[in-house]
C-alpha cells in the first residue's frame, strides 16, 4: 500500500524565485529588504540571498499595502507597527478571494471553449 506523499515546500528559495511568485522584478526585492525590516533573507559569504517562506509571507504583506491598497513606504511600514496582525487577515483574505476569481475566470475559459458562454 502506497501512502500519498504531501507536496514538499521549499526550505528556501533565490529571489527569482521570489520575483516570480510575487510578480516582482529583483531590484524592487532588495530594496524593500533595506525599507522593511521584516523583510530579511538569510545571505551567504557570497552575498546570496536564500528566502524563507516567512520571508515570502513578509513580501506579500508588504505588496498588498503598497500596490494593491497604494499606501506609500511610510503609510505601509506605520501599518505594519501599528496593527499588524489585522493586515495579515486582510492579506489573507484578500489573496484567497484572489485565488477564486483565478479559478472562476479558468471555469470561465473552459465553459467558452465549449461554446457555452450563455451561462456567463
Same mark, same amino acid.
Given at each position: ?5 504531501? =507536496?514538499?515546500?521549499?526550505? $528556501? *528559495?533565490?529571489? #527569482? ?11 524592487? !526585492? ?27 509571507? =513578509?513580501?506579500?504583506?508588504? $505588496? *498588498?499595502?503598497? #500596490? ?11 501599518? !505594519? ?32 471553449? $465549449? ?6
Amino acid at each position: 500500500m502506497k501512502l500519498k506523499k504531501e =507536496q514538499e515546500q521549499k526550505l $528556501y *528559495y533565490s529571489i #527569482k524565485e521570489v520575483a516570480q511568485l510575487v510578480g516582482l522584478n529583483t531590484p524592487t !526585492l532588495r530594496y524593500w529588504e533595506k525599507e522593511f525590516k521584516e523583510i530579511a533573507p538569510e545571505k551567504n559569504r557570497k552575498g546570496i540571498r536564500f528566502y524563507r517562506e516567512e520571508d515570502v509571507r =513578509q513580501i506579500r504583506l508588504v $505588496y *498588498y499595502l503598497l #500596490k494593491v491598497r497604494g499606501m506609500t513606504l511610510a503609510g505601509a511600514r506605520q501599518k !505594519l507597527k501599528d496593527n499588524k496582525d489585522d493586515t495579515i487577515n486582510q492579506v489573507e483574505i484578500y489573496y484567497r478571494l484572489e485565488h477564486i476569481r483565478v479559478e472562476l475566470l479558468s471555469l470561465i475559459d473552459a465553459l467558452d471553449a $465549449y461554446g457555452r458562454n450563455s451561462f456567463v
